[in-house]
């Protein structure tokens, strides 16, 4: 039964000109052109893939972040400061450095939170270029076209592989995060909740692109 009203109601839309999809739904994330990238002049060039890729932007501005808002931003866990912090012993291991000299612990959970103090003031560097973006599967599209959180590990046509090499071992020693031109949500839920961290409702606009009729009929 479910079957049949569900035929009946997509080539109803068909039949009008477009697709109203009851199984997929669109998603929302949040682009943040970092300080490293907009002092680079390099906020249109990036904000142009996001479009060429078909997303809507929904959402875009230009503000100098607030310490409370990065903090609420980057997650408090346990969980993400291992995973932060794992990533530097990764390296450390990797190279034969001992990640005392640098962060004065082995411990992957306070390297995780010394690396989100790095965050907060790293944000304030310079304003930041906002941006809330939809469409279908966006999650995964702004993750691809973003590329490896290390940008020397970044492939080539991502945007942290096409316009930074920062390392690790430069990040570190330098005691900042990774310049890696932008944040993008990467779950989503995240993305949800941090469109709405980010843009007050009133900042959000609801509108159809007009390549959305060609490409999903
Ligand atoms: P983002 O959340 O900014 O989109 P991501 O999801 O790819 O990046 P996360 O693990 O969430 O990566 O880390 C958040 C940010 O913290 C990174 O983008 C990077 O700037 C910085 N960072 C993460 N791990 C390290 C590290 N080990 N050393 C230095 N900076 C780091
Ligand atoms: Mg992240």
């Given at each position: 039964m479910i079957c049949i009203w569900y035929n009946y109601y997509n080539n109803y839309n068909r039949y009008n000109g477009y697709t109203n999809f009851v199984l997929m739904k669109k998603q929302r994330a949040l682009i943040i052109i970092k300080p490293d990238a907009v002092q680079r002049g390099l906020s249109g060039t990036i904000t142009k893939r996001f479009e060429n890729v078909g997303l809507t932007i929904i959402g875009l501005k230009f503000q100098k972040a607030d310490s409370a808002t990065v903090i609420a931003h980057y997650p408090s866990t346990d969980i993400w400061f291992e995973k932060v912090g794992q990533r530097t012993l990764k390296n450390c291991a990797a190279k034969g450095v001992d990640p005392k000299v640098i962060?004065?612990?082995?411990d992957a959970i306070s390297i995780g939170k010394q690396v989100k103090q790095w965050l907060i003031t790293y944000f304030q560097e310079s304003p930041v270029f906002i941006m809330a973006v939809e469409g279908y599967e966006c999650i995964e599209i702004i993750r691809k076209l973003s590329g490896n959180t290390i940008p020397v590990l970044a492939a080539p046509g991502t945007i942290r592989g096409d316009f930074s090499y920062d390392s690790i071992d430069l990040a570190n020693e330098a005691m900042?995060?990774?310049?890696?031109?932008i944040h993008a949500s990467d779950a989503i839920e995240d993305g949800e909740k941090e469109v709405a961290l980010w843009f007050k409702p009133e900042e959000l606009f609801s509108y159809e692109r007009a390549d959305e009729k060609i490409m999903f009929p």
């Open positions: 962060f004065k612990t082995d900042r995060p990774l310049r890696n031109a």
